[in-house]
């Protein structure tokens, strides 16, 4: 192996890689019982996260950052004038081996620009991963990134080898992706989408009869989307976001503020700031659709199309329907519990489980770990000292924030002396 070589390409193809944020591992359950090589079930795999929030803990490459298309988002984009390079088939397997072998890694996310075909690049993402599972038995895990445009078969064969598929759908809206991505049809992303959800269903039902079926793409699909290339709305992206939860068994929507890599009329310009404060916002939208029982069109709508930068969506949503509150800490239910601010579902748990025996008042919600500078507005409890109720939405909000250490505070210390 000419070390030299690999080297160069591998700061080419893992810078390439950056930009995807899509490889969180969890969720995978592949364990080692062919004493083979890794394991990545129990504990996961160990993240790291670079300064900008981007997730390196796997080794994160691509296969080439050659490419027949020319999105304009996309620094891998055939116009653009950068060094091409691409790896071997066998320089991935051996690069993962060997990083394993130092514990430098714990599983291979694997992209790649498209040589060719969308088929000619997957069959090699494949066979990459096929190669380690079955030539080196590795049991590490393997995240693949399929091409859109990839045929059934391909797909089919890399969820036999790989813990995650993921495609990614990159420009959240069909117009968006119709302007910077040309090359690009929206069913080159749902078609391949359909098939690994499809194969999903099947592959459990199959183990339901069967238990020795064996596993197929064990931590799911994922996507991705670039938020703040195009004009579109918090709302736009929450929709489609949650049409994909739905509609193809998502395990995971990814949020990633653009990058500005382009000098193009249709992009936000270089040295544009990377939206990352939008980008946070999304993903708590995100957790309140999944685990706290918020429909989307609670948190974003037409009366309201984009998340306040300056609260959470949680709180945001409370102040625009006072008229739920204040909630009964003893008396009420889980969902409505779950919808107070300053209450996570770890907090929901602990106090159904505590007044099974007691009433709880305020030094119960403190020792539960409530966050009660933002709960103590919008809840009643066994206590005789209760925060005044006759505060607007907007009296309540510059409270909180007047209060609050939160890093974004200082850019709204204007509007806070409004307060004071
Ligand atoms: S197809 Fe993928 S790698 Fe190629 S330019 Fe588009 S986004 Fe970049």
């Known amino acids: 192996m000419n070390f030299e070589r690999i080297k160069e390409k591998l700061n080419i193809l893992a810078d390439a890689a950056k930009y995807d944020v899509s490889c ?25 996260y670079t300064e900008d929030g981007r997730c390196v803990s796997l080794l994160k490459i691509l296969l080439t950052n050659h490419c027949i298309f020319d999105c304009a988002y996309c620094v891998t984009r055939k116009s653009n004038d950068v060094k091409r ?3 071997k088939i066998q320089e991935v397997v051996d690069l993962t081996i060997n990083f394993y072998r130092r514990n430098y890694i714990e599983g291979l996310f694997l992209s790649s620009g498209i040589f060719k075909s969308p088929d000619y690049t997957m069959e090699r993402l494949v066979a990459v991963a096929k190669k380690l599972r079955e030539e080196e038995n590795f049991n590490g895990y393997i995240h693949l990134k399929s091409i859109p445009g990839a045929s059934d078969e391909l797909m089919y064969e890399a969820g036999l080898y790989a813990d995650r598929l993921s495609v990614n759908i990159e420009i959240p809206t069909i117009s968006g992706l119709k302007l910077l991505a040309p090359d690009k049809k929206h069913e080159d992303f749902t078609k391949p989408m359909l098939k690994v959800k499809n194969e999903l269903i099947r592959y459990k039902n199959e183990r339901k009869i069967i238990k020795s079926t064996p596993k197929y793409a064990p931590a799911g699909q994922s996507t991705q989307m670039i938020v703040g290339a195009t004009g579109e709305t918090d709302k736009d992206i929450m929709y489609s976001a949650t049409h994909f939860y739905k509609n193809y068994n998502m395990k995971r929507v990814y949020y990633s503020g653009y990058v500005p890599v382009a000098n193009d009329k249709r992009l936000p310009s270089i040295g544009s700031q990377v939206p990352m404060l939008r980008e946070n916002r999304l993903y708590q939208t995100d957790w309140l659709l999944r685990f706290y029982g918020f429909a989307v069109n ?26 739920y509150f204040p909630v009964d800490i003893n008396k009420a239910d889980k969902r409505m519990l779950a919808r107070i601010p300053g209450l996570g579902m770890q907090s929901v748990g602990k106090i159904l489980n505590a007044r099974k025996f007691r009433k709880l008042n305020w030094d119960h919600l403190k020792k539960i770990g409530v966050a009660l500078n933002r709960a103590k507005y919008f ?15 907007e009296r309540i909000k510059g409270m909180i924030l007047q209060n609050s250490s939160g890093k974004f505070r200082n850019q709204y210390s204007s509007q806070l002396s409004l307060f004071n």
């Open 24 to 48: 969180s591992s969890s969720g995978s359950k592949r364990t080692n019982t062919n004493k083979g090589l890794g394991d990545s079930s129990g504990m996961g795999i160990c993240h790291s």
């Open 379 to 393: 809840i009643v409890c066994d206590s005789r000292h209760w925060e005044q109720r006759d505060l607007d939405a």
């Open 85 to 87: 390079t691409a790896f």
């Open 298 to 323: 609670e948190i974003v709508n037409d009366s309201h199309p984009n998340l306040d930068t300056d609260i959470d969506p949680k709180l945001s949503w409370a102040l625009r329907n006072l008229h």
